[in-house]
Every structure is written in structure tokens, then in C-alpha cells.
């Protein structure tokens, strides 16, 4: 079993998610006591969030660079990072470190394309939503044509995320909104809809859906097991 080396915080509401569904992925295939070999470095997302609405993106590269490098010291077979957004920078991690990163936009779109699924929605913070380092590899890696919600939608989505669920709040007015920025998508003809934020999961489940949603937390955590367990 390779050791999984996460890079949590962002937020750590999603990061808890990420630790759950590791051991019982783990627990899941091997059986008994089974849990997995894991280490997480944790960062401040006060930090983190300054530095993404600022738009110093190499600053927050710096801070996540390091967390990949303490990772490595530490044991760490390969990198997670628990959190889309962050993908931006998921090159510069890379190259600041000798072992692989297990990019989260790759997981999700192999299990969309097995899923035969080709016209795809994208839901997550403004940065995932309207800049091309994810939904451009969604498309230009994977061939998927991927849907973003109209600008009015995507200020809901990207309030709800920064203002709610970072910080542990599920509110039901907030749930409608999501459903009903889906069900547009939807009647634009979207066949599925990815919940690339960390923390979507938290306030929409697949029974509020009529088309497959794609939970990106759950995808990349059962991916980082996968892996792991892969000799």
C-alpha cells in the first residue's frame, strides 16, 4: 500500500470528507482493520483566499509547494490535493516535487467519459468556472463539451461556496439555488453536471438531481485509494 499524501485546509470542511472516504474506500477493498496509510499537511485557507482574490497566484504556489515538499519528506508516495481551485497550480506543485500528483480534473473526467457522457456542466468557484486550466483540460484532454452556468448563476455558486460552505453552513434557500442553476443546465441539455468544488458535495446529493452529478471529492479520494492499492 503506497502512502497518500494529502494537502488539506482548503477548506477543512472538504478535507475531513477526503479522510472519511479514503478509509472506508480502503476499508472497503481489503476488509477487517484495514484504514490507509496516509499523511496530510493542512494549510491556513485565510491565507490561501487572500491570495486567490488578489490574484497572486505564485504566492499561493510558493505555500503549496512547500506543503507538497513536506509531504514528500515525510513519506508521501504521491500528492492529493483536496480541493479544485488549486488545480491552477497543479503544474507548479508538480515540479517542485519528485513524486506525482493525482490531478482531480484527470479522475473525474475518465469516470464521465465511462459514464458516456458528453455534454457535461461545471459547477464550482469562479476560478474553476471561467478560466481554462480545468475546464480546458476537461475538454482538451478528454474531448467532453463542458457547460458553465450564465454569469448570474456562477456569482450564486461562487457566493455560496466562499460565504457558506467553507465555513460549515448548509442552508436550504442555498440548496434550492443550486438545484435550480442545475435544472437550467440541464434544460440546455447538460447529460451531467460535476460538482467541481470540494465542498458542492456538503449541499447537493445525487436524489436533487435528475441528470448524473459528478462529486469530485468522493471521485478524487476513491481515485487516491485506487492508486495507492495499485502495485
Not at 483536496?82 to 500528483?101: F, R, W, Y
Not at 455534454?119 to 463542458?146: P, Q
Request: net charge negative; proline share 1%; aromatic share 6%.
Amino acid at each position: 500500500m503506497k502512502t497518500i499524501g494529502l494537502i488539506g485546509g482548503m477548506s477543512w470542511e472538504s478535507s475531513i470528507e477526503y479522510y472519511r472516504i479514503i478509509n472506508e474506500s480502503t476499508r472497503a477493498k481489503l476488509g477487517g482493520l484495514h484504514s490507509a496509510k496516509s499523511i496530510m499537511v493542512s494549510v491556513d485557507f485565510a491565507e490561501i483566499e487572500i491570495l486567490q482574490h488578489q490574484g497572486k497566484w505564485s504566492e499561493a504556489a510558493q505555500l503549496l509547494i512547500a506543503a507538497a515538499k513536506n509531504l514528500e519528506d515525510g513519506g508521501a508516495d504521491f500528492v492529493v490535493l483536496c480541493t479544485n481551485t488549486m488545480h491552477k497550480l497543479a503544474d507548479e506543485i508538480q515540479s517542485g516535487v519528485n513524486i506525482p500528483l493525482l490531478h482531480i480534473a484527470d479522475a473525474t473526467a475518465q469516470l464521465v467519459r465511462n459514464s458516456g457522457i458528453q455534454k457535461i456542466g461545471l459547477l464550482g468557484t469562479r476560478f474553476t468556472m471561467e478560466e481554462e486550466f480545468y475546464k480546458g483540460r476537461l475538454s482538451g484532454r478528454y474531448g467532453l463539451d463542458v457547460y458553465i452556468p450564465v454569469a448570474q448563476d456562477r456569482e450564486i455558486v461562487h457566493h455560496v461556496i466562499y460565504d457558506e460552505l467553507v465555513l460549515g453552513e448548509i442552508r436550504q434557500h442555498s440548496k434550492e439555488q443550486y438545484i435550480g442553476i442545475i435544472e437550467r443546465m440541464v434544460s440546455q441539455g447538460v447529460e451531467g453536471v460535476i460538482l467541481g468544488c470540494t465542498e458542492i458535495g456538503l449541499l447537493i446529493h445525487q436524489q436533487d438531481s435528475q441528470v448524473p452529478l459528478f462529486d469530485t471529492t468522493r471521485i478524487h479520494a476513491i481515485a487516491a485509494v485506487e492508486y495507492a492499492l495499485n502495485e
